[in-house]
């Protein structure tokens, strides 16, 4: 039997709780990036490029629920969520390397005034 760590479809994000392995196989939902957060920050997650992609798709789990039509506003949450997914875990170079880059793209669509914030959020 093979486990996945990290499940996800579309707006939809589950974690392979690793504090209770091996005696134990449970998935922890992630709502968004208050869960991320606290997932990253209690280790239920490790490792540098899993703990990365659970910030982001827990960054993207939210940005899908959320109905701002203000790409200026979009932008600003996003950088913020971003850092605040990274200070859960500082240290771990990974998270941080992914939000620069997700910054510097939400930065380069924020820019593009023919980009919808419809198109902007699936992006």
Known sequence: MSLESIRYNKGKLEILDQLLLPLQTRYVKVEGVEDGWKVINKMQVRGAPAIAIVGCL???????????????????EIEGKLNYLVSARPTAVNIKLAADELINLANTLFAKEDLSPEDFKEM
Request: net charge positive.
């Open 58 to 76: 827990s960054l993207a789990v939210e940005l899908l629920k959320d109905n701002t039509l203000d790409k200026k506003i979009m932008r600003q």
